[in-house]
């Protein structure tokens, strides 16, 4: 049994308005009306003057639960979006490991399913504890990324990325602390939309066309693997490519939007893997997530890979009126984690 003991987010306390990135994205006045308008995008999250182990070390720090317990992680894990995050030799992964004394834990970085990896480590660092049979033990893994280059902050038509970041502690589930349970976990590759979207018009469009119905399809698969029907669903937790694109999807398979977290899409920007998990503690911190709910995670990564998972919310876990509600920031992402 996979479970997420706990989960972190990070965003750089600046927001930069779309407008002011159109020069560097190569940006006409009408495409940026298109993600402001159509799309909802406002403004991204970066961090000019930040390195990208700045933002991952940022994010594991306000774990609670992983002071005191650096004994018991066996696994770190870095789910990137990019293939290529800084230049040889340079490794933030294993620097971000003596900064916090996990020096003894396996590092390693899980990439190529893009966007959805985030979705990857879970179930992978899940599956390997298990295999440990180590009830005690614990995985960290961390999401988000540097938005270096055009390629890295574009996907045309569709999203602008930016630099938040988040981090997750996962167990069995067998040991101290039950947290959420991984109930399913479905993922779907189409090798023929892989090619850079910015230079090759054609398989952006017809990315963008295929796109509701392959997410679709994997969410509905997800659900149906665990048992469930979306009935059973209490809340979506999308990665933030655009509002658009997820009301397309829930029109199609029948689920609410009211349902599904896009609080962060106009503020936050697409920040590569860590999508998800942003928006977790968006709805916990929002008293959105009872203890006990179901709930869906829809990731998807150019290349392209879809994935969707179910997880039951820990019916231990803390209610709002419990949680610690002082450190929340002005959009809702809270700055530390699960008490």
């Given amino acids: 049994m996979t479970?997420?003991?706990e989960v972190a987010a990070h965003l750089p306390p600046t927001g930069f308005p779309i407008e002011d990135l159109a020069d560097r994205l190569g940006l006409s006045d009408?495409?940026?009306?298109l993600f402001r308008r159509f799309h909802g995008l406002a403004e991204v999250r970066l961090d000019p003057g930040g390195s990208l182990l700045d933002l991952l070390l940022a994010a594991a720090a306000r774990l609670d639960g992983l002071a005191g317990n650096e004994?018991?992680?066996?696994?770190?894990?870095?789910?990137?979006?990019?293939p290529v995050a800084v230049p040889y030799p340079?490794?933030?992964?294993r620097e971000l490991c003596r900064a916090l004394g996990l020096d003894h834990a396996l590092s390693f970085t899980l990439t190529h399913q893009a966007c959805a990896t985030g979705l990857l480590a879970v179930d992978a660092v899940g599956r390997m504890l298990a295999a440990d049979g180590d009830p005690d033990a614990?995985?960290?893994v961390l999401a988000g990324e540097k938005t270096y280059?055009?390629?890295?902050?574009?996907?045309?038509?569709?999203?602008?990325?930016?630099?938040?970041?988040?981090?997750a502690l996962v167990s069995t589930g067998d040991g101290p602390g039950r947290g959420d349970r991984l109930l399913a976990y479905a993922t779907?590759?189409?090798?023929?939309?892989?090619g850079r979207l910015r230079v090759d018009r054609d398989l952006a469009v017809r990315f963008q066309d295929e796109y509701p119905r392959l997410l679709a399809e994997v969410l509905l698969a997800a659900v149906d693997k665990a048992g469930l029907t979306l009935d059973d669903i209490a809340l979506l937790l999308p990665h933030n490519v655009n509002a658009v694109s997820w009301r397309r999807v829930c029109q199609r398979i029948g689920f609410p939007v009211r349902r599904v977290v896009l609080d962060n899409v106009a503020v936050v920007g697409h920040s590569f893997a860590a999508d998800p998990f942003l928006n977790h503690r968006t709805a916990v911190d929002g008293g959105r997530l009872a203890p006990?709910?179901?709930?869906?995670?829809g990731a998807a990564g150019l290349g392209a890979t879809f994935s969707a998972m179910v997880l039951r919310r820990d019916p231990d876990g803390p209610t709002q009126d419990s949680a610690d509600q002082d450190n929340t920031d002005q959009d809702g992402v809270r700055a530390r984690g699960n008490r």
Avoid: C, K
Avoid at 30 to 33: E, G, K, N
Avoid at 149 to 167: K, M, N, R, Y
């Fill in 3 to 5: 479970a997420l003991l």
């Fill in 30 to 33: 009408r495409q940026v009306r």
């Fill in 71 to 82: 004994h018991r992680v066996r696994y770190v894990v870095h789910a990137r979006g990019m």
């Fill in 90 to 93: 340079h490794n933030p992964l």
């Fill in 138 to 140: 614990l995985a960290l």
């Fill in 149 to 167: 280059t055009p390629d890295a902050q574009l996907v045309p038509e569709t999203a602008i990325f930016g630099e938040g970041a988040a981090a």
């Fill in 188 to 194: 779907s590759a189409h090798g023929e939309f892989d």
């Fill in 292 to 297: 006990g709910d179901r709930y869906l995670v």
